[in-house]
Nanobody, 117 residues
Framework: QVQLVESGGGLMQARGSLRLSCVAS????????MAWYRQAPGKQRELVAS???????NYADSVKDRFAISRDNPKNTVYLQMNGLKPEDTAVYYC???????????WGQGTQVTVSS
């Protein structure tokens, strides 16, 4: 299965921007869905944004109009552009890859995003 490595997290002030990257170990062009999830302390892991192999995108209501997911197939990379960051965006962000024919999905190790007030 594909291996995923996230990067780009860090400390950022409110209203700032970060771009997270998820680099896959193999082609992502035909993976059914790539996504970003996040998990804040004491909270359930939640879907932030997803993109299908046909580039259909979905966003959690809490990040709609602020975050943008994109894919660069030649680089085997999925990005999450995060603008207008809020303290409530603080979480560990995980890259996800799923395919209907896979026995299980792939998850990255996560990258910490901390937004100060």
């Amino acid at each position: 299965q594909v291996q995923l490595v996230e990067s780009g997290g860090g400390l950022m002030q409110a209203r700032g921007s970060l771009r997270l990257s998820c680099v896959a170990s193999s082609s992502i062009s035909n993976i059914d869905i790539m996504a970003w999830y996040r998990q804040a302390p004491g909270k359930q892991r939640e879907l932030v944004a997803s993109i299908t192999s046909s580039s259909v995108k979905n966003y959690a209501d809490s990040v709609k109009d602020r975050f943008a997911i994109s894919r660069d197939n030649p680089k085997n990379t999925v990005y999450l552009q995060m603008n207008g960051l809020k303290p409530e965006d603080t979480a560990v962000y995980y890259c996800y890859a799923g395919a209907s024919l896979w026995p299980r999905a792939s998850w990255g190790q996560g990258t910490q995003v901390t937004v100060s007030s």
